[in-house]
């Protein structure tokens, strides 16, 4: 049962995270397999502030051996 985490820097539309999540899980599917039933996406938004402190510290640089795709930015 995947389960996909996306943290996003706040501004984002509901809109465009509806869109985020639906098309995370259509790629997945290719992929993967699996029936669209076993898949959920979670979005939280961050303020660039907490990402910097965060995020990018944290979740990113600190867990670098769980990365299939590294940032092409520094903090």
Do not use: C
Request: glycine content about 6%; aromatic content about 12%; charged content about 35%.
């Amino acid at each position: 049962m995947p389960h996909f985490h996306i943290s996003l820097l706040e501004g984002k539309t509901e809109e465009q995270k509806q869109k985020l999540a639906k098309e995370v899980v259509k790629a997945a599917q290719k992929v993967i397999g699996y029936g669209d039933e076993s898949y959920s996406v979670s979005i939280e938004d961050f303020t660039f502030d907490e990402w910097r402190k965060d995020i990018y510290p944290n979740e990113i640089i600190g867990k670098k051996e769980m990365l299939y795709k590294e940032p092409g930015y520094e903090m």
